[in-house]
């Protein structure tokens, strides 16, 4: 048999076969890694979306209208211009470098604040996804992005209550800025950015698996590197759902700092400065109860148990909050009032948001009905005999309502009260599962707490001087007794 050398046809026909066998193998591989990766599901991310609308309508119309309504008339547009435009301004800045700060990682200091790694949004798309609490569950990272992006937006507007009818509007604008830079962003950092699940239960699996002392060297290190990536409270244990800390203590502490260094509006403790419009309010404290289920059952990223028991228990703990601060006002005023009830169901609702995803349903409840009359004591006892002028009561319902909420979860979450438990990522082979120490958690809870109030108190300070050294806080005495919507704008609220 003569062996006769292959021709050029039959090396390109045989180079044609290789490529399509190779081309056969990567698709082959590529379908496989296709089929392992997590895909979003359609009712996740459609949920995801309604709530981050739900949240937005939080902030404009509902916390607008609220704040509005309890100024008085002359400031009513200049409420309504700040919160639209902070909530705009935020936006912005939440797109720009915002979440990036927030969550990505930030290397050696990661622990305290993320990089620039998806600053101008750089590798986030419609294809890149966020996980959730679950295993092997993610979701859009562009529904996640615009989902924390309002929570971003409401934190600093919850802020200028604080201080309503007596800050010019370029110097609301300005430290609103700042704060969200320096205070909102770090402190999101530290509270909620931690390592996906399955990354943490696939190290633990490793761990399990080694056989060698080096194996489980280098697995432990592995662990170790993925749980120790996260904020230093995260890292801590402190449990946060949906921002008792992020949101309603940060922006109470930098409220009741606000009122003190701005001052005393122009007339405060001599002249009536009642609410204009009460229905205005109502309308706002509907809005805001409406939209919170946005703000506390989204804050699960996904739609399945755990968002209803986040959405029911945002709804007692609503329910008693608001009875129980207009009976107990009944009782010791002589009347039942209609922004007693709004205010009640805004602490019910700050008090619920960082419990709202751990708590059973009968702790909300009895969250809700003790949160009034605390925060009912701080707006009117402890404000008159102290003397602030914290105009919306930022600080007595959102600083001491979150405190009061932050400090409960660390209880709630108990299994034995009803409470859903720690969730341990590294027991995969027990559903999860960790393990609840009351001593322990309260420790994580305070932890957060007094770290949240310093930093927010300490840097709000600062921010409140450079602003006021830069363009300056106040508007002229004549100004203000004008009042804002002429002074900053050159509109009125109303045309009488």
């Known amino acids: ?261 701005v001052g005393k509006r122009v007339g405060y403790g001599k002249e009536i400065m009642a609410p204009h419009s009460l229905t205005m309010t109502m309308i706002g404290a509907s809005l805001l109860w409406v939209g919170w289920f946005g703000f506390n059952a989204g804050s699960n990223l996904e739609a399945n148990g755990g968002t209803a028991l986040a959405f029911v228990n945002t709804m007692i703990a609503t329910a008693a909050a608001a009875f129980s601060w207009l009976m107990v006002e009944w009782i010791f005023k002589g009347k039942p009032s209609l922004l007693g009830i709004c205010s009640g169901a805004v602490a019910g609702l700050v008090a619920i948001t960082p419990a709202c995803g751990f708590s059973g349903l009968i702790g909300s409840l009895v969250l809700g009905l003790l949160v009034s009359p605390i925060c009912l004591f701080f707006v009117s006892a402890v404000k008159n005999a102290l003397g602030y002028d914290d105009a919306l009561d930022v600080f007595g319902v959102h600083c001491i309502g979150g405190i009061f909420g932050a400090l409960m979860t660390g209880i709630l979450v108990n299994p034995d009260l009803g409470g859903t438990g720690i969730v341990d990522y590294t027991n995969f082979a027990n559903n999860n599962a960790g393990t609840y120490d009351l001593v322990t958690q309260m420790i994580a809870q305070g932890k957060a707490v007094g770290a949240t109030l310093l930093w927010s108190g300490v840097i709000s300070a600062i921010l409140y001087k450079i602003v006021d050294i830069v363009i300056g806080l106040r508007p002229t005495v004549d100004e203000e007794r004008e009042g804002l919507d002429i002074s900053d704008h050159g509109e009125r609220a109303y045309n009488m």
């Open 1 to 261: 048999m003569t062996f006769k050398r292959p021709s050029l046809k039959g090396f390109a026909i045989l180079a044609l076969g290789a490529l399509a066998l190779a081309g056969f193998a990567d698709h082959a591989l590529a379908q496989d890694a296709a089929a392992a990766a997590p895909v979003p599901n359609k009712g996740d991310t459609a949920w995801m979306l309604v709530c981050s609308a739900l949240v937005l309508m939080m902030s404009v119309p509902g916390l607008a209208l609220f704040y509005g309504g309890l100024v008085r008339t002359k400031n009513m547009l200049s409420v309504l211009t700040q919160v639209f435009a902070i909530v705009s301004m935020i936006g912005i800045a939440w797109t720009l470098y915002g979440y990036s700060l927030a969550f990505s990682d930030g290397g050696s200091l990661t622990s305290y604040i993320g990089g620039f790694g998806k600053a101008f949004m750089h590798g986030v798309d419609a294809t890149t996804t966020s996980t959730t609490f679950s295993n092997g569950v993610v979701i859009p990272e562009l529904a996640y992005f615009v989902f924390q992006m309002t929570f971003a937006m409401i934190t600093p507007a919850l802020i200028i209550g604080a201080f309503a009818e007596r800050i010019k509007f370029s110097a609301a604008l300005l430290f609103c800025l700042l704060w969200a830079t320096f205070v909102y962003f770090p402190v999101a950092h530290w509270v909620w950015y931690g390592a996906a699940p399955d990354d943490i239960a696939n190290a633990a699996k490793a761990l399990a698996a080694a056989t060698t002392d080096a194996a489980k060297a280098e697995a432990q290190a592995k662990l170790d590197a993925i749980t120790g990536a996260t904020g230093w409270l995260y890292a801590a244990g402190a449990l946060d759902f949906a921002g008792g800390t992020v949101v309603h203590i940060n922006a109470g502490i930098a409220g009741l700092v606000g009122a003190i260094i």
